[in-house]
């Protein structure tokens, strides 16, 4: 912490504050992330949320992991 926080010319504080911020955002992007693929938020809500592009790439890992259970089922 002390080499992020002389690198950035900041106190440690201000290292600390921004690291719970961004678990917290990180916490709740997964949240979101969560409620979405299990139906309980919109695709457009999850888009206002977390942006397009994020949204795609979600879609496409769940259907990337789809696949592997068929396949995996039909081994």
Same mark, same amino acid.
């Given at each position: 912490?002390?080499?992020?926080?002389?690198?950035?010319?900041?106190?440690?504080?201000?290292?600390?504050?921004?690291?719970? @911020?961004? #678990?917290? %955002?990180?916490?709740?992007?997964?949240?979101?992330?969560? /409620? *979405?693929? $299990?139906?309980?938020?919109?695709?457009?809500?999850?888009?206002? @949320?977390? #942006?397009? %592009?994020?949204?795609?790439?979600?879609?496409?890992?769940? /259907? *990337?992991? $789809?696949?592997?259970?068929?396949?995996?089922?039909?081994?």
């Amino acid at each position: 912490m002390r080499k992020i926080a002389r690198h950035r010319g900041v106190d440690e504080s201000q290292i600390i504050q921004r690291a719970v @911020e961004k #678990g917290l %955002e990180e916490l709740w992007r997964d949240i979101v992330i969560t /409620q *979405y693929l $299990e139906g309980e938020l919109s695709r457009e809500a999850a888009i206002d @949320e977390l #942006g397009r %592009e994020t949204v795609r790439k979600v879609d496409t890992a769940a /259907q *990337y992991v $789809e696949a592997d259970v068929e396949w995996g089922l039909d081994a």
